[in-house]
């Protein structure tokens, strides 16, 4: 039996338990910090780990915004060297021989037609032109008391 008063008897140790000792006791300044992360069963739940198992976020790099050429550097280079001025002169040179070929090989009804095309350009071209000019000028005087005076000349 206890020599305790009734009321503070059931915080005292029971016969046979242990007694509670100050090492016992975690104080708040002792607590292992925690990072609360979502649990891998259910991502909506958040889990209790020891900081010192968290590996830290690691800021992103920083991302090269610089703008890209227009042109591509080696494709300048190259346009610049002459290469430009030969490839636009073989191809000057191509489509040339292709219209040349196109009308060496029309014939006399290739003639005709493109000749009557031709002619008919020609005479929708003579056609004149009306131009139709029309002015109006409209004068207004206005004087004390309210009075107006509207002129219209055309």
Do not use: C
């Not at 976020?57 to 042109?71: E, S």
């Not at 550097?73 to 040179?93: K, S």
């Not at 021989?97 to 090989?105: E, H, K, N």
């Not at 006399?108 to 929708?124: D, H, Q, V």
Request: avoid cysteine; charge should be positive.
């Amino acid at each position: 039996m206890s020599a305790l008063p009734e009321k503070y008897r059931k915080y005292a140790a029971q016969q046979g338990q242990r007694p509670i000792h100050p090492a016992d006791v975690e104080l708040y300044g002792e607590r292992q910090p925690v990072a609360w992360v979502p649990s891998a069963e259910n991502p909506n739940v958040m889990v209790a780990v020891p900081k010192q198992y968290v590996q830290p976020m690691q800021p992103a790099p920083p991302r090269d915004l610089t703008p890209v050429p227009l042109f591509d550097p080696q494709a300048q280079r190259l346009f610049a060297g002459g290469l430009g001025v030969g490839a636009a002169g073989a191809g000057l040179g191509f489509g040339l021989g292709q219209l040349a070929a196109g009308i060496a090989m029309m014939g006399t009804s290739g003639l005709a037609i493109l000749a009557g095309l031709l002619l008919a350009a020609g005479s929708l071209r003579g056609r004149g032109v009306v131009n139709v000019h029309n002015e109006s000028h409209t004068h207004v005087t206005q004087k004390w008391l309210g009075r107006t005076s509207v002129t219209n000349n055309q």
